[in-house]
């Protein structure tokens, strides 16, 4: 049996609705991983002062840069 043009647009719609649908939902789990990673500090704050202990360190500007471009790309994506 062969399938009309109509037939595969339709089947071609619903492939990529279905698919859609998987990706916004990963888009909304990274989004809630990267929004709590925003807010959890790695080994906490200077009790003093309330900064990061890190604060100033390569690594942790890393990890800051990171995150926030990983919460404005799964935002957008979804």
Do not use: C
């Amino acid at each position: 049996m062969e399938l009309t043009d109509e037939q595969t647009v339709n089947e071609g719609r619903q492939w990529a609705k279905d698919t859609e649908s998987s990706f916004t939902i990963m888009g909304t789990l990274i989004i809630t991983i990267m929004f709590a990673a925003a807010f959890t500090i790695p080994r906490g704050s200077n009790q003093d002062k309330g900064t990061p202990i890190f604060l100033g360190r390569n690594a942790f500007s890393f990890f800051i840069i990171s995150d926030a471009l990983s919460l404005i790309a799964s935002s957008s994506s979804v």
